[in-house]
């Protein structure tokens, strides 16, 4: 089919080698993120090796991750509470493609997990692992459902930060 | 406008250099609360909400799906509005005339503190084939305006710096004020050169806060409890924005904005028919550019008009007398919001020792910075 399409195709080494002119901007495009109370009690909470949430004592919700207000009732909520480090998978994902689009040959499980003692739906995203390593293995360990419990980085490594959980694994 | 709309609810935060403490989102579901006890309403009550938001300041891709939680719009109507606090204004007023609502809220918030290279994310607004490859930091446009603004109006850099000292003076009596001080226009002239004629003093310093605003049909005020402040007229208009074909003088989208904006309000004589105007003053020059372009003074007097204390607190008709954003902070396009409180707390007479007296119609005139020709007007005024 494109070989019958007319006239020539651009390629790389044309733009490369100055044949077609670009222009080319390379911004400084950095940003900070004040975390504010909620999320940097939570990441305080992550350095300790505590998983922390917040309640709202109108609808009786606890909300992990935690905000300072309620979205549904639209007022203050009212205690911090800290969770198990176990919880169940909602759902999952076997994913084989790494950041630039290239394959990889054992695949990441992305998953979102409902932390036992958090309101159901309520839960925090992280990475399976030690359950195989293709879709057939993946899937024979894994379902929605599972329980599964965090594997935490050595507390001297922990830098309050989402990753200072390395991964979950199933509890059976 | 079809039917009557108002202002019937404000909320806001104090104006800081740096808000470490808080998240975007805990500074807004501050500020919507204290505007809903206001209206006296629960986010039951909206029926849509328009938020402002640019990428490249919030530093989140799509960042309208951040909108809603802290505003209590979870599963409502939200749009996002890539523009000026006062076009928001305009999107809500329009909402509410297609007759689908009767209660919006408009949100805007800045945390500038988090733009760490933010002349880089101003560069981004320049024309990247003609413009950027110069490799210039992104202020040099201002300069460029400045010089030509002066060069035709016949107004001075000395006039501008008396802008400053104005503004942050004003700021002295605006408790929520990030940038308070008894600066004197000659320290405006000493201070460092930025893109000369521009120097260090003439621009305003970017600040974080957040607003929110309920904005109703006359049809709900009854079910309200917030003191309605009337949207009489409101328009913006977009110049061209190529730094080599631009008119660098007048602020066209001004004087266009405003003439439309007037015509809806019933303004004939804007210096007569107005009690206070919180005007654009990113840079000072640009507040005596749009003073002149919303015929406040005639052209080349802004300055001369200024000295003579007219647009002063106590003046004929004070302009800034909240401290405009040198004395406030920037708080880039949640700017005119800050305005646009201003006018609400005046026109319901809130607005404490900086209060103008007898004030019953005012505007507020946005821009939305370097290196835009783009900017809004709006009249407001109280029963």
Same mark, same amino acid.
């Given at each position: 089919?494109?070989?019958?399409? #007319?006239?020539?195709?651009?390629?790389?080494?044309?733009?490369?080698?100055? +044949?077609?002119?670009?222009?080319?901007?390379?911004?400084?495009?950095?940003?900070?993120?004040?975390?504010?109370?909620?999320?940097?009690?939570?990441?305080?909470?992550?350095?300790?090796?505590?998983?922390?949430? #917040?309640?709202?004592?109108?609808?009786?919700?606890?909300?992990?991750?935690?905000?300072?207000?309620?979205?549904?009732?639209? #007022?203050?909520?009212?205690?911090?509470?800290?969770?198990?480090?176990?919880?169940?998978? +909602?759902?999952?994902?076997?994913?084989?493609? +790494?950041?630039?689009?290239?394959?990889?040959?054992?695949?990441?499980?992305?998953?979102?997990?409902?932390?036992?003692?958090?309101?159901?739906?309520?839960?925090?995203?992280?990475?399976?692992?030690?359950?195989?390593?293709?879709?057939?293995?993946?899937?024979?360990?894994?379902?929605?459902?599972?329980?599964?419990?965090?594997?935490?980085?050595?507390?001297?490594?922990?830098?309050?930060?989402?990753?200072?959980?390395?991964?979950?694994?199933?509890?059976? | 406008?079809?039917?009557?709309?108002?202002?019937?609810?404000?909320?806001?935060?104090?104006?800081?250099?740096?808000?470490?403490?808080?998240?975007?989102?805990?500074?807004?579901?501050?500020?919507?609360?204290?505007?809903?006890?206001?209206?006296?309403?629960?986010?039951?009550?909206?029926?849509? &909400?328009?938020?402002?938001?640019?990428?490249?300041?919030?530093?989140?891709?799509?960042?309208?799906?951040?909108?809603?939680?802290?505003?209590?719009?979870?599963?409502?109507?939200?749009?996002?509005?890539?523009?000026?606090? !006062?076009?928001?204004?305009?999107?809500?007023?329009?909402?509410?005339?297609?007759?689908?609502?009767?209660? &919006?809220?408009?949100?805007?918030?800045?945390?500038?503190?988090?733009?760490?290279?933010?002349?880089?994310?101003?560069?981004?607004?320049?024309?990247?084939?003609?413009?950027?490859?110069?490799?210039?930091?992104?202020?040099?446009?201002?300069?460029?305006?400045?010089?030509?603004?002066?060069?035709?109006?016949?107004?001075?850099? =000395?006039?501008?710096?008396?802008?400053?000292?104005?503004?942050?003076?004003?700021?002295?009596?605006?408790?929520?004020?990030?940038?308070?001080?008894?600066?004197?226009?000659?320290? &405006?002239?000493?201070?460092?050169?930025?893109?000369?004629?521009?120097?260090?003093?003439?621009?305003?310093?970017?600040?974080?806060?957040?607003?929110?605003?309920?904005?109703?049909?006359?049809?709900?005020?009854?079910? !309200?409890?917030? $003191?309605?402040?009337?949207?009489?007229?409101?328009?913006?208009?977009?110049?061209?924005?190529?730094?080599?074909?631009?008119?660098?003088?007048?602020?066209?989208?001004?004087?266009?904005? =405003?003439?439309?904006?007037?015509?809806?309000?019933? &303004?004939?004589?804007?210096?007569?028919?107005?009690?206070?105007?919180?005007?654009?003053?990113?840079?000072?020059?640009?507040?005596? $550019?749009?003073?002149?372009?919303?015929?406040?003074?005639?052209?080349?007097?802004?300055?001369?008009?200024?000295?003579?204390?007219?647009?002063?607190?106590?003046?004929?008709?004070?302009?800034?007398?909240?401290?405009?954003?040198?004395?406030?902070?920037?708080?880039?396009? =949640?700017?005119?919001?800050?305005?646009?409180?201003?006018?609400?707390?005046? !026109?319901?007479?809130?607005?404490?020792?900086?209060?103008?007296?007898?004030?019953?119609?005012?505007?507020?005139?946005?821009?939305?910075?370097?290196?835009?020709?783009?900017?809004?007007?709006?009249?407001?005024?109280?029963?």
């Amino acid at each position: 089919m494109i070989s019958e399409l #007319r006239g020539t195709s651009l390629r790389e080494e044309d733009i490369g080698s100055g +044949n077609v002119l670009t222009t080319e901007w390379r911004p400084k495009l950095d940003f900070a993120f004040d975390p504010g109370v909620a999320i940097g009690q939570f990441l305080q909470g992550l350095k300790e090796g505590k998983l922390l949430g #917040r309640r709202c004592h109108q609808c009786g919700r606890t909300m992990i991750p935690p905000r300072m207000f309620c979205e549904l009732c639209f #007022r203050r909520n009212d205690e911090w509470v800290e969770l198990k480090d176990t919880g169940r998978v +909602n759902t999952f994902s076997v994913s084989y493609v +790494n950041w630039d689009a290239s394959r990889r040959e054992k695949p990441q499980v992305p998953a979102v997990i409902e932390i036992d003692g958090a309101s159901p739906g309520m839960g925090i995203l992280h990475l399976l692992s030690e359950v195989g390593e293709s879709v057939k293995e993946v899937m024979a360990r894994v379902k929605v459902g599972t329980a599964v419990q965090a594997v935490w980085k050595p507390a001297a490594q922990r830098e309050g930060s989402i990753t200072d959980i390395l991964y979950f694994r199933p509890l059976s | 406008m079809t039917e009557k709309v108002a202002v019937v609810g404000a909320g806001f935060t104090s104006l800081r250099a740096m808000s470490p403490d808080m998240s975007f989102r805990e500074m807004v579901f501050d500020a919507a609360v204290r505007a809903y006890e206001d209206a006296g309403i629960t986010p039951r009550d909206i029926d849509s &909400v328009v938020a402002l938001g640019e990428d490249f300041r919030e530093g989140t891709c799509i960042s309208d799906e951040y909108v809603p939680d802290q505003l209590g719009a979870v599963q409502k109507p939200v749009q996002t509005v890539s523009g000026d606090g !006062l076009q928001g204004l305009g999107v809500a007023a329009m909402l509410l005339n297609t007759g689908a609502c009767e209660i &919006v809220v408009l949100e805007g918030h800045s945390k500038a503190s988090n733009i760490r290279h933010p002349a880089h994310v101003e560069a981004m607004a320049l024309d990247p084939g003609f413009v950027r490859p110069h490799g210039w930091h992104p202020v040099f446009v201002a300069g460029l305006e400045m010089r030509r603004f002066l060069h035709e109006s016949g107004n001075t850099a =000395a006039q501008a710096a008396r802008v400053v000292a104005k503004n942050r003076r004003n700021a002295l009596r605006n408790p929520i004020a990030a940038y308070p001080a008894k600066v004197s226009f000659e320290q &405006v002239l000493e201070s460092r050169p930025l893109a000369e004629p521009l120097r260090e003093l003439d621009c305003a310093a970017p600040a974080d806060g957040a607003f929110v605003f309920v904005i109703a049909r006359e049809s709900a005020f009854k079910r !309200l409890r917030g $003191q309605p402040v009337f949207l009489d007229g409101i328009s913006w208009i977009s110049d061209t924005c190529n730094l080599f074909t631009r008119g660098w003088g007048e602020a066209s989208y001004t004087r266009q904005a =405003a003439e439309r904006a007037y015509a809806m309000a019933g &303004v004939s004589s804007p210096s007569r028919d107005l009690n206070f105007a919180e005007v654009d003053d990113s840079f000072a020059y640009k507040e005596l $550019q749009h003073i002149e372009a919303l015929g406040l003074a005639p052209k080349g007097q802004g300055g001369t008009m200024l000295e003579q204390g007219a647009f002063d607190a106590g003046g004929k008709l004070p302009v800034n007398v909240s401290g405009g954003s040198l004395g406030c902070g920037h708080l880039h396009d =949640a700017s005119s919001l800050r305005g646009l409180l201003e006018a609400v707390l005046q !026109l319901r007479g809130h607005a404490g020792e900086r209060q103008v007296a007898n004030a019953r119609r005012g505007l507020v005139c946005s821009w939305r910075s370097i290196p835009t020709a783009t900017g809004a007007v709006a009249v407001l005024s109280r029963r």
